[in-house]
């Protein structure tokens, strides 16, 4: 998994009355009870209303337990709290929505990830959201495994998968120039494996609903260390704390078909969760996610993949006499427009010319077709898998017919 900062924050709502004792004693008592009545989460505590006027509250865990039928993990807040030793372990990464631990739970390796509810939310909507989000299943994703909840927080575990960002892989500060992405078809593979796992998310779960991302960028992507393949961390990570709503097929249904926009939920001065450089305009816009949104994101990826670029960076202009922001976006639009000698240019030179040209720009237009402005011009993920797919076949035909790939190529995810 990638590690980023490695600040530690203070975590006050850890050690809040209601955690280890409190949660031991809800889960010895769950099965008394009543399955009656309509919960809600409102951020200081759970609470289920009775057919009276009056309700009273109800321990979290018991309800989740209770209401989901084929269990995924939830987990007591005393085996979160002794995996990260009360919370003071070293965070594996932090930043201002997350902070995530690589730890041990029930004698698997995990990686916990706390993150603040965005809005007060049902119990029933919840439970549906984990049991939908645990029973998916796909090779191009980091799976959840089960969850639980303290105060305004989740904590929710997945599955680790030993390696690097893709981020990582492609620019380390400790030696720029190695990448062990170094060969071509490494790097179509990759692209076609979060095309798979993105088509999955939006259309092929089979579970009556409809996903969206809504954090597709590379650092959100793991390269596995023995493998290289990819896999999307993260999903499930938007509906279950309530940053956008899910939709299901009776919702489809009443649209027409029409595709579903992701809004967000809770009130409108709710902070925009996306990253610079990835999010879409009409994203940046609204703040509704959608499929598209998640195209846009992954067509930054893809331009990220062919020029070993940032999704933006800024540059000194000595014309200007100061630094500008620059898009990767910008930069592949110049190359493609420019041909073959533009692309050619442009495209990462740790790969050391040895790819098909003619696939490299036909990568390089497709991922620009996903940025396109206008969300009705980019193209649905099914047709996107559809065209990689067929360039992985170009791409494989090109090395053949060089002669296939060096075989004393060492793979390494540390920096020589």
Known sequence: MPRKSTSQKSNKSHKSSSSTD???????????????????YNNDSW???????????????????ENLSKKPN?????????????FSLKPFSSSLSSTSWKCSIRG?????????????????????????????????????????????????VYEYIQGGSLADCLRNPRNPHFTVLSDWLTRVKIAEEIAHGLEYIHHSTGLGCNFVHNHIKSTSIIISTNTLNAKICHFG????????????EEDSKKRGGKMPEFKRSGSGAMKLEG???????????????????DVYAFGVVILELLSGQEALKHRFDEEWGGYVRVSVIETAKDAVEEGGGGVRRWVDKR???????????????????????DPVNRADMGRVVGRISHLYIESQKWVEKMGGLPTDFSVSLAPR
Do not use: W
Not at 31 to 40: D, E, H, R
Not at 74 to 86: F, G, H, P
Not at 351 to 372: H, I, N, Q, T
């Open 351 to 373: 790969l050391k010319d040895s790819y098909p040209v003619d696939v490299v720009e036909k990568l390089a237009r497709l991922g620009l077709e996903c940025v396109a402005e």
């Open 108 to 156: 698997q390796s995990v990686i916990l990830i706390q993150r603040k509810f965005r809005r007060p939310m049902n119990v029933s909507e919840l439970v549906d959201r984990l049991g939908v989000i645990c029973r998916s299943h796909h090779s191009s994703f980091v799976k959840l495994m089960g969850a639980t909840i303290s105060g305004n927080y989740i904590y929710l």
């Open 275 to 293: 990253i610079r450089g990835y999010m879409a305009p009409e994203f940046q816009q609204t703040g509704v996610a959608s499929e598209k949104s």
């Open 237 to 248: 990570t938007a509906q279950l704390c309530g940053e956008i709503t899910m939709d299901t």
């Open 74 to 86: 939830i987990y007591d807040l005393s085996e979160i709290s002794a995996a990260t030793n009360n």
């Open 47 to 65: 609470v289920t209303a009775s057919n009276s006027s009056c309700g009273r509250r109800n321990p979290p865990l018991s309800r989740l337990r």
């Open 22 to 40: 409190a949660n031991s004693s809800l889960l010895r008592n769950y099965n008394s009870i009543p399955s009656t009545g309509s919960s809600y």
